[in-house]
């Protein structure tokens, strides 16, 4: 994967920016505040559809415009690939692949694949689970669509069930219906459980061996998953917290 260019138009603090990349390795520098870490953000965006700040698509605009454009030319595997992205302050994002608007930000995963290190990385550690489980899952929809499908669907079961759990709460025959979402729950949580802990356990194996090379092998770090939930109890656990919920509702 080779990208070839970059344009930036009103991104944070660069106006207009035109950057042709060579194959090899390529150096970005200058004096502080210039917009060399702006410039490796945007290529993040292109990767992911977001920051690696977590900013919002406004704050990322140039002060006093209404919206930014992103265009990156790249290759991949001799195929090339032209991605455009543009960001609104008062509307979503529009991004385009090929010149062909698409639907879901997922289709943008896996054309281009990311490894960004910043600062912002040590929240994965001081943060709660919520940060970890987010790199994880970023990760992984940039290598495998299917694990993409399955997150996008665990998710849409969460805000199905949960909108069905205050339905129920005020009576009715909606509680039958619970059954169904946690079972499509289980299902797809299982799934991303399985695939969570075999990325954790590739990632192990990777710095275990450069963690001993760092420390003349006097030293052994190990990388786990602890999910909250055991597969063969999820849903067990649903079923409990679901009469939990039902319970304080109606009370």
């Known amino acids: ?5 970059l344009e930036l138009k009103n991104y944070r603090n660069l106006e207009d920016v035109e950057l042709d990349f060579s194959e090899g390795i390529n150096l970005l520098y200058g004096d502080n505040a210039q917009g060399k870490t702006n410039i490796l953000e945007s290529i993040y965006l292109c990767g992911t559809s977001k ?3 977590g900013s919002k698509d406004r704050e990322i605009i140039r002060f006093e415009n209404e919206e930014s454009h992103i265009k990156m030319i790249l290759s991949k595997r001799e195929v090339p690939y032209r991605i455009d ?5 008062n509307h979503t994002k529009g991004v385009a692949v090929n010149g062909m608007p698409i639907r879901k930000i ?5 054309i281009l694949n990311v490894i960004f290190f910043s600062p912002e990385d040590l929240n994965i550690i001081k943060s709660s ?3 970890r489980r987010r790199f994880i899952d970023l990760e992984l929809c940039q290598l495998d669509k299917i694990y993409t499908y399955n997150l ?23 509680v039958d219906l619970l059954d169904v979402w946690d079972q499509q729950m289980v299902q797809y949580g ?14 192990d194996e990777i710095i275990r061996h450069i963690h001993a090379g760092l420390t003349g092998g006097k030293e052994e770090i190990r990388l786990v998953y602890a999910p909250n939930i055991e597969e063969s109890y999820f849903e067990k656990v649903l079923k ?5 919920d039902l319970k304080s509702k109606v009370s």
Do not use: C
């Open 152 to 174: 996008v669907n665990y998710n849409k079961v969460i805000n199905q069930r949960n909108k069905l759990l205050k339905e129920a709460a005020g009576g009715g025959d909606w």
């Open 51 to 53: 920051s690696h700040k």
């Open 106 to 110: 997922t289709e943008l995963f896996g």
């Open 190 to 203: 299982t799934y991303l459980i399985n695939k969570r802990q075999q990325f954790i356990e590739e990632l």
């Open 240 to 244: 409990k917290e679901r009469a939990r």
């Open 1 to 5: 994967m080779i990208i070839k260019s």
């Open 129 to 131: 689970p919520l940060e």
């Open 85 to 89: 992205i543009h960001l609104k302050k």
